[in-house]
């Protein structure tokens, strides 16, 4: 029985070659996922540890604790450490540069913070899920209120153009300096659309409200605890 000589100078051949070539990627990619047991990218995005990046800052027994869903006592210089919350792949969002991550709870190896600005007149809310290796934002409990000072437009504009990109399904990041950055998932309501493009909703919200106001109102945000 002669063999089948394929010559790629034929048109025929040509395209079946071509197609010969899709088969086998995708036989290959199956068999490097499935019987390899290497996850693909997308697989792996799902299924990582994004809060790794952040493990040295906590004590060995500290980061057990968390990871096994427990309640540690002392998270050593977490609270009150620096950390910036960004837009990937665009940076820090102006006015959240230098946020000051302060506990609230820790329940079931999830730590509870709530990230403030300096004059503690922006606030968001975020929860580190060690026993998942995730990070969540809530916007919903989130906002602008009195600190140290009554907030200003420029905190208007910082947490909504927070609020405005996550319902534009971007990706929030925080950053602590000398770490890697952390990548969350967000929690959005329920219900909610986004009509105009982020950056146009932005403006659209810190216009109405200056002009319905005259000021930055105060909104609905987390207690946060005194820390002397």
């Known amino acids: ?7 790629p100078d034929i048109p025929q051949d ?23 047991g290497i996850p693909d990218r997308s697989v792996l995005y799902r299924t990582r540890n994004r809060l790794q990046p952040w493990d040295p800052i906590f ?15 002392d998270l050593g210089n977490f609270d009150n450490r620096i950390v910036s919350v960004g837009l990937w792949p665009d940076g820090a969002i102006p006015g959240m540069e230098r946020m000051i991550v302060r506990v609230q709870s820790v329940s079931q190896g999830v730590i509870e913070a709530a990230l403030v600005n300096e004059r503690e007149t922006v606030i968001v ?9 995730v990070a969540h934002i809530n916007i919903e409990r989130g906002g602008v209120r009195s600190g140290e000072s009554p907030p200003l437009e420029e905190d208007l504009r910082a947490f909504y153009t ?21 990548d969350c998932e967000v929690v959005i309501p329920v219900n909610m659309m ?22 930055a ?7 946060i605890p005194n820390h002397t």
Do not use: W
């Open 162 to 182: 927070l609020y405005y990109n996550v319902l534009g399904n971007r990706v929030v990041e925080l950053t602590i300096d000398g770490f890697e950055p952390v």
């Open 14 to 36: 040509r395209r079946r070659l071509r197609e010969d070539l899709v088969v086998m990627a995708g036989l290959a990619q199956r068999y490097i996922a499935n019987e390899l």
């Open 194 to 215: 986004l009509t105009l493009p982020p950056h146009e909703a932005v403006e659209a919200t810190v216009s109405e409200v200056l002009a319905k106001y005259g000021h």
């Open 59 to 73: 004590h060995s027994v500290t980061l057990q604790q968390l990871k096994s869903g427990g309640y540690p006592d």
């Open 125 to 133: 809310a975020a929860y580190l899920d060690f026993p998942h290796g």
């Open 217 to 223: 109102p105060v909104a609905e945000a987390p207690t």
């Open 1 to 7: 029985m002669e063999e089948e000589i394929i010559d």
